[in-house]
Nanobody
Framework: QVQLVESGGGLVQAGGSLRLSCAAS????????MGWYRQAPGKQRELVAH???????NYADSLKGRFTISRDNAKNILYLQMNSLKPEDTAVYTC??????????????WGQGTQVTVSS
């Protein structure tokens, strides 16, 4: 089992920055890729950024250049640095971990989410 706890959300003015953290615990040795997702009211959840265990990253095209995903495998923490925030970035941001079991099967774990609100 893997537990994920996000932190760092809050209220910020447009143009400001926030850094989100996701602390993983439990069977962290089994975690492969991790990612950040977000969901705004009335919208589908969307991928923000994804990072492999080795550090290879992918971003939503619209966010590339403003957001940076990183991870500290030794501390089992995933980060999302968000710069030049816009009101349309307002959403619940959620951490996801992909875990490989003994047979190579994949289990997905989700955190509880942290609210990010960007004021205009």
């Amino acid at each position: 089992q893997v537990q994920l706890v996000e932190s760092g959300g809050g209220l910020v003015q447009a143009g400001g920055s926030l850094r989100l953290s996701c602390a993983a615990s439990g069977s962290t040795f089994s975690i492969n890729a991790m990612g950040w997702y977000r969901q705004a009211p009335g919208k589908q959840r969307e991928l923000v950024a994804h990072i492999s265990r080795g550090g290879a990253t992918n971003y939503a095209d619209s966010l590339k250049g403003r957001f940076t995903i990183s991870r500290d495998n030794a501390k089992n923490i995933l980060y999302l640095q968000m710069n030049s925030l816009k009101p349309e970035d307002t959403a619940v941001y959620t951490c996801r971990a992909e875990s490989t079991d003994y047979r190579g099967g994949l289990t997905l774990y989700w955190g509880q989410g942290t609210q990010v609100t960007v004021s205009s």
